[in-house]
């Protein structure tokens, strides 16, 4: 029997997309020959997945998973073609392996996701997985991107309208904080707030200052256009920058649960209350198929195409 190299498993990889584990199966039961090993793929049906990855997959859920402890949490963007597979129970059960395997296995990004051994079952590298829910759903899946947060203090996600959008946020405290029910509710209502507000930061100093330079070229040009005196036109300019930083940091946006205070006296609040100092750490939110150029179907032109057929 030839020997079956890990150059030959690669390639064979590439040209059929199916697992890696199928794919040196398949040179073994062929003897090291490709072509061979080609047909016997396409005969399990675990080529199948190379014929869908030309496809879009711009649908799909955002995933989380938060260990026991509360200490490590995963936001993870599994995506397919069709809201309708979405929502079934097979996809979103695969995309929750997805999350939860990340949360444990920890890895540096989507490759090197792809390579590890699934966490529950080690016969399979999680790109197996997706090459077998490919074929088993009937259309491409793929792992778009994910995040994992590990904290001394607390992490809580929320996932939003069934996995459309998703969000983790990490807040810094102590030990009795993390055991405190008010920070942890704190913890969700910034997740909440997320959510719904869409802040760029946390605070100011971490706003884009590309973004931030041209805000103020924006807004100097409209008082001019409008015209406003010279020498007022700074002053209005600094006005409304505070009006953008309440737009898009997570701090001095009004808390969307009480609008009659922002989200820097609520953190306030809830630190004197818990006994405990609070901070806000980090968010990411996740917002599904953002980015991703659909597939724009032409109807007229697939009813010619049928008829023509």
């Not at 199928?22 to 005969?43: F, P, V």
């Not at 979405?86 to 920890?106: G, L, Q, R, Y």
Request: net charge negative; glycine share 6%; proline share 2%.
């Amino acid at each position: 029997m030839a020997a079956v190299t890990a150059q030959m498993v690669k390639e064979l990889r590439e040209r059929t997309n199916a697992g890696m584990m199928d794919c040196k199966k398949a040179l073994l039961e062929s003897d090291g020959d490709m072509d061979k090993a080609i047909d016997w793929l396409r005969e399990k049906g675990l080529a199948q997945a190379a014929k869908k990855a030309s496809r879009i997959a711009a649908e799909g859920v955002v995933a989380q998973y938060v260990t026991p402890c509360g200490c490590t949490g995963v936001i993870a963007e599994v995506n397919c073609e069709t809201d309708f597979v979405a929502k079934t129970e097979n996809f979103t059960k695969f995309a929750n392996n997805v999350a939860k395997h990340i949360a444990k296995a920890d890895p540096a990004d989507v490759d090197a996701l792809m390579a590890q051994k699934f966490v529950d079952d080690e016969t399979k590298t999680i790109s197996d997985l997706v090459s077998e829910a490919t074929v088993a759903i009937g259309e491409k899946i793929s792992v778009r991107r994910f995040a994992r947060f590990k904290t001394e203090g607390v992490v809580s996600t929320y996932i939003h309208l069934g996995g459309k959008v998703g969000v983790m946020v990490e807040v810094s405290t102590s030990e009795a904080g993390r055991e405190n029910e008010d920070v942890k509710q704190f913890a969700h209502d910034l997740a909440l707030q997320i959510a719904a507000a869409k802040p760029e930061a946390v605070r100011r100093e971490e706003v884009d200052s590309g973004k931030l330079e041209k805000e103020k070229e924006i807004q100097r040009a409209k008082a001019i256009e409008s015209g406003k005196p010279e020498k007022i036109v700074d002053r209005i300019v600094d006005g409304q920058i505070e009006k953008y930083y309440k737009e898009v940091c997570l701090l001095d946006q009004q808390f969307v649960k009480d609008p009659d205070k922002d989200v820097r006296t609520l953190m306030a609040e809830v630190s004197k209350k818990a006994g405990v100092d609070l901070d806000v750490v980090r968010f990411v939110r996740f917002e599904r198929g953002e980015g991703i150029e659909k597939r724009k179907d032409d109807l007229a032109a697939e009813i010619a195409a049928m008829q023509k057929a």
